[in-house]
């Protein structure tokens, strides 16, 4: 057998399965949905230190690392929303694929949107977080002065204000930020991720 | 101090150092290139199942789950290959983030389109490696016929056939897929992941 030949000599890959048997956790997205300043990046990262200090291999996708990045080409249209939470939710597939438990925490104001990107997911893998805060509590915080433009007509379109906030119809976890603390609403999230066999129940937070 | 102010107590988050400090070893993408039927797919696969044996943090992204996912909307138009890349390269940057050495397989024949996704990333971090092969012989393999249909005219803009192929000016490592076995090849990189020091040289392959 010549070498030429040899490229085809085995295929082999690693799978979803082998990552999860050698983390020794299961991997699933954690997908933060709710208004604009209820607290859904706060969560998510809180969520995924915790991961991380318990030795899971864990990943956040938000705006600071999306919105630059592989979604730079998208404005605020009901299309490039649309594509915004698609490709999010692609991308949180192949985070799954690698073994990762990976949080992720965009308004995806849209219930079709959000149950598109559950479609991709195999049963039990999306997890979808409704973040629960009421909006003037939102408004009040405004950490980004969102609501101010948004108010003063300079922002269009925006979630809870001229857009809808469409409420998850059937979440696997409701968080209200305006009654607990983020400590409280991780040690929610790492119940359900015990109670769902996704982590082992060995260790404490 | 209200529960409702809580949420903006601390805004940790876990980046990319914590990652590769945690995992013992640094983060990257080995990013393949070359004709189709060259082996990148074959060679990507065998480099990322070792690197799974030897317990490092691993993903593999190529056609089979990227051109239907992500890059589905996506054709084959000089805008849509671009555009292709470009998405991998902010995917792949996203997975380096996540502290994983990431391999990917696409022809990516263009040059300009691989160093727009070299400027992604820091220093060290994007590993061109060139997969090379005659095209004669990735013709002769043509393990999914797309040769013997580009030659009869049922794919247009075939890279090699009637669409360039630009070697790469300045990749990090040359694999000659026609001298080499894939086990020999794999060895050529982990010398280089070692030589980098994003593995350490402790393990032999």
Not at 86 to 102: N, T, W, Y
Not at 133 to 139: F, I
Request: proline share 3%; glycine share 8%.
């Amino acid at each position: 057998m010549s070498k030429s030949t040899n490229i085809t000599w085995h295929e082999a890959s690693v799978n979803k399965n082998d990552r999860r048997s050698k983390n020794g956790h299961g991997s699933c997205v954690l997908w933060f949905t709710g208004l604009s300043g209820s607290g859904k990046s706060t969560i998510a990262n809180a969520v995924s230190m915790e991961l991380y200090r318990q030795g899971i291999s864990e990943y956040v996708l938000d705006g600071d690392n999306v919105r630059h990045g592989l979604n730079k080409d998208l404005g605020f249209s009901n299309h490039d929303r649309t594509e915004n939470i698609r490709r999010i939710g692609e991308v949180a597939k192949l985070f799954v694929d690698s073994g990762k438990i990976v949080t992720t925490a965009f308004i995806s104001p849209f219930q079709s949107d959000r149950d598109q990107v559950r479609a991709l997911f195999d049963e039990g893998e999306f997890i979808e977080i409704y973040v629960s805060c009421p909006l003037d509590v939102c408004e009040q915080r405004d950490p980004k002065e969102l609501y101010a433009k948004a108010r003063r007509g300079e922002l269009k379109d925006f979630t809870g204000i001229d857009s809808p906030y469409e409420i998850p119809a059937h979440p696997e976890i409701v968080i209200e930020t305006n009654q607990l603390t983020v400590e409280e609403t991780v040690r929610h999230v790492f119940v359900y991720l015990r109670k769902k066999r996704i982590l082992n129940g060995r260790k404490a937070i």
